[in-house]
């Protein structure tokens, strides 16, 4: 019989990081989530009734110590939208810097695998479309979203230090735009909000005219590919999203349909480096990974429609 083996993932609480713990439990692991509830959410896993379990509330940028062997680290602990980080500009930076130096160290100390989630953000306000892992990035190290993108792009850079330097064994995972249950009402995202506000009938609000793109995969969809890139024996960054693309202004009149809502849309003016296109190329997770999105955009919102009326008691 195998050895049962144990997966830490820091961000436990939060959106992905809850539905991964959910994953890996399934597969027969021992999880261990941490997270500080900065913008977790205890609810994300109070549904979790298993022996091979355990939460431990903790800030990651402080030294991490886990007793039990260790064998996969996933490093999910960060604020993830814009106005999560641009309320806690400081607390961004150290998880991404100090967070990722100290999880890191955990996977030295266990010679665990170790993986970083980045983000599509990294390539910032893009030159090159769609966006492939080669690409270097146009980003604003002072802009607003600075405090984020920045910081991922040091995760990336002290995770890869620890590769060549320390011979860990690390992935390094670029997300694109992730959406299903488990998202806050508040979130501050495209599809949590323009739900939120179809269900209640209030006005839309599209940001510019509406013509920038983004490309959104349903959450099953990420955790299969997370799972399948910690598995693999890859060391550099892999772009996971679905690369079907599409404007914010056709998201928004979709979910009015979904919705049946009676919501107008509004347009309002373009936050400060509001990336123009989103698109991943995931040719390297196809031949790497032998993995793809399978969810369509309408079956995932359907879903996550439920999940809000739910939320709100509708």
Known sequence: MNEQKTVVITGGAGFIGSHLTDYFLEQGYHVVAIDNLL???????????????????YDVTNYIYVEK??????????????????????????????GTHKA????????????LASTSEVYGDPLCHPQNEDYWGNVNPVGPRGVYDEAKRFAEAITMAYHF??????????????YGPRMRINDGRAIPTFIT?????????????????RSFCYISDMVIGIYSLILSSYNFPVNLGNPHESTILELAELIIKLTKSKSKIIFKSLPE???????PDIKRASEILHWQSQVSIIDGLNITIEY????LGI
């Open 273 to 279: 480096d509001d990336p123009k296109v989103r698109q």
């Open 197 to 213: 506000q179809a269900l209640k009938n209030e006005p839309i609000t599209v940001y510019g005219d509406g013509s920038q793109t």
């Open 104 to 115: 890191l160290g955990l996977a030295l100390h266990h010679k665990a695998a170790f993986l």
């Open 165 to 178: 330097y320390h011979n860990v064994d690390t992935k390094i995972a670029r997300i694109f735009n992730t």
């Open 308 to 311: 809000f009326k739910r939320k």
């Open 69 to 98: 062997k260790v064998d996969y680290i996933l490093h999910f602990a960060s604020p993830a939208s814009p106005i999560d980080y641009q309320v806690y500009p400081i607390q961004t930076l150290k998880v991404g810097s100090l």
């Open 39 to 57: 913008t977790g959410d205890i609810a994300n896993i109070s549904h979790i009734v298993n022996k091979d379990f355990l939460f431990i509330k």
